[in-house]
């Protein structure tokens, strides 16, 4: 005989679960009871939106199952924005909370939240139980789907009666899916019908998206570029899948991408998308997105495809298994050669103009940082100016070396998932940048950090403003920085301090003063060395724009630079 609590646990350690995040409360505290024995390390967050997040940079970090806990009514609501940024992003997440005892379901009962409700539509799976013998089907359902196809979040929602109950318990189960009908949009023949497009290519592009990561065929694919040899760039989820030496690599694509990267895709005729759910972010005016070019898409999910334009040949199915299919038919054929186009889209032409006279510290200061950084360290960028600055100066080879939160754009994110990226791997130097808005939205997991002694490596990009808004503002608003001062900012080295955590501050004079240049180096150096957490504030210019940039509504071809910028 087993309660339900017991039983949840039970099945958690057969799914191979090892590491859960949350917060207590009344209707989930069965669960919590029943912890100590189950196994099961658990991380207390000091708020559960840190917890959904620190479960999602597990998840992002290892690929495995993220888990997040929290109790009914607010506990279950504040892990929503959470939810919604695993949907986004194909995080695998399972989320657990409590629920008001069964007969008060409806009832208004105190701290009942329709969580199930409220999470209809962001999640890939959910269930609300009914019966405690339902548990062990109910959660082996539940990380297939979080796992299966394009990973996602899944909610289970547990009333707190089924979790004090007690039943017959034989074992978790295995979930069996259904058989059904398989999409059939792109032909077994695909490998020999692209060789046939891309005989008729004349400016060929890749673009690499988070797929890539996800599928685990990093390998396969750099393999098959490295046989086509033709311009391609990455979305942010994308940054590290393809070497960033390799000669046909033109970096970031998008709103904030690079010049090289975008006049590409504004000239190809031939557009192959490995992964890619390519989002307005990447494609500007869609209308007038690749304008010349067929597109062919490889995509797991067959929701992805036709977005923004009708694609010439939809190929459906795991990366890992259709990218090596792909290169055996390319292999075998004489392919065409566009050195004369790969030499005009990588050409040093195709760079960014630059004005002498400007100076760009904070890039500047963020790639010494980066560059101090071993092979194997984890990057998290929060949402903002400072997080396109990063995405522009990674330089990293790894799948998972760079995490953001891209499709949702959650402020707040960074903190608290580099605590899941530490506990993941706890021998890999975890750095995370924020932005002074976004840290502030997550900051009592400073707390967390120090609790469990975790060396993540913090930097805050101070400007005193929300500083991407305040941009918009600026270029589109005439300057009317509409809320979005934040020169009342706190001290952040005293708050850490507070925290008990080191912590330490940069100007941006002090870091372009020539006599500092030796300090600040030795600085960043023990900085990223230290065994324990430390937090570093640069402070940079209240009006530093994040340039190129593709304003809103415009075409990939219409960037703006920093050099017709008048300061």
């Known amino acids: 005989m087993r309660n339900g609590a017991q039983i949840v646990l039970e099945c958690l350690r057969a799914e191979g679960v090892e590491l859960a995040f949350g917060y207590p409360g009344g209707a989930i505290m069965p669960l919590y009871d029943a912890l100590e024995e189950s196994g099961i390390c658990h991380v207390l967050t000091r708020h559960e939106q840190g917890a959904v997040f620190a479960a999602e940079g597990y998840a992002r970090a290892t690929g495995k199952v993220g888990v997040a806990i929290a109790t009914s009514g607010p506990g279950a609501t504040n892990l929503v924005t959470g939810i ?11 989320c657990l909370t409590g629920q008001v005892r069964s007969h008060l379901i409806g009832t208004d009962a ?15 799976w959910s269930r609300l139980v009914r019966a405690i013998e339902d548990l062990p089907g109910i959660i082996a359902e539940g990380f297939y789907w979080a796992r299966s196809g394009r990973p996602g979040p899944v909610l289970i929602d547990i009333p707190a009666d089924i979790l ?13 899916p259904p058989r059904v009908h398989q999409y059939r949009g792109a032909e077994s023949t695909f490998a020999a019908t692209l060789s046939a497009v891309l ?19 990093i390998a396969d694919l750099q393999q098959l570029l490295d046989l086509l040899n033709i311009p391609t760039f990455a979305t942010v989820h994308g940054l590290g899948a393809v070497k960033q030496d390799s000669p046909y690599y033109l970096g970031m694509v998008g709103m904030h991408g690079t010049r090289a990267a975008n006049m590409a895709l504004d000239e190809t005729d031939l557009l192959l998308v490995f992964g890619a759910r390519l989002d307005d972010r990447v494609t500007g005016d869609p209308s007038r997105f690749a304008p010349h070019a067929r597109i062919v ?12 334009r009708t694609c010439e040949l939809p190929v459906i199915g795991n990366l890992a298994e259709t990218i090596p299919a792909f290169y055996r038919e390319a292999e075998r054929t004489l392919l065409p050669d566009f050195s004369a186009w790969r030499a005009v889209a990588c050409g040093p032409e195709r760079a960014e103009p630059r004005n002498p006279g400007l100076a760009h510290p904070t890039k500047s200061f963020l790639q010494q940082l980066f560059s101090r950084m071993p092979n194997d360290g984890t990057i998290l960028a929060d949402v903002g100016q400072h997080q396109m600055w990063s995405a522009q100066v990674y330089r990293g080879s790894s799948p998972r070396g760079f995490i953001t939160s891209g499709g949702l754009g959650a ?5 608290p998932a580099a605590i899941g990226v530490q506990l993941a791997k706890p021998a890999t130097t975890v750095l995370s940048v924020s932005g002074d808005g976004g840290f502030q939205m997550n900051i009592q997991e400073l707390a967390t950090v120090h609790r469990l002694a975790l060396p993540i490596k913090m930097v805050i990009i101070d400007n005193k403003y929300l500083g991407m808004v305040r941009q918009w ?24 301090k507070a925290y008990k955590i080191s912590a330490a501050l940069i100007a941006e004079e002090e870091f372009l003063d020539p006599a500092s240049t030796d300090d600040v180096a030795n600085r960043l150096d023990r900085f990223l060395a230290s065994s324990q957490p430390e937090l570093l504030v640069f402070e940079c210019h209240p009006e530093a724009n994040v340039y190129p940039m593709v304003p809103s509504g415009a075409s990939l071809s219409e960037m703006i630079f920093e050099v017709s910028e008048e300061k």
Do not use: C, W
Request: aromatic residues 10%; hydrophobic residues 45%; charged residues 25%.
């Open 411 to 415: 402020m707040g994110f960074a903190l």
């Open 297 to 308: 898409h490889f995509e797991i999910d067959p929701a992805q495809l036709d977005r923004v």
């Open 84 to 94: 919604a940024d695993a949907k986004m992003d194909s995080v695998p997440l399972v």
């Open 110 to 124: 105190f701290q009942e939240t329709d969580v199930f409700g409220v999470t209809l539509s962001l999640t890939k």
């Open 199 to 217: 005989q008729q290519a004349k400016k060929p592009v890749a673009l690499v998206g988070a797929g890539a990561r996800l599928s685990g065929a």
């Open 164 to 176: 004090r109950a007690t039943a017959e318990f034989r074992g978790p189960v295995s979930f069996i």
């Open 473 to 496: 503002q600026e270029l589109f608003y005439k300057r009317n920085y509409a809320e979005t001062d934040l020169s009342d900012n706190p001290d952040f080295v005293e708050i850490a």
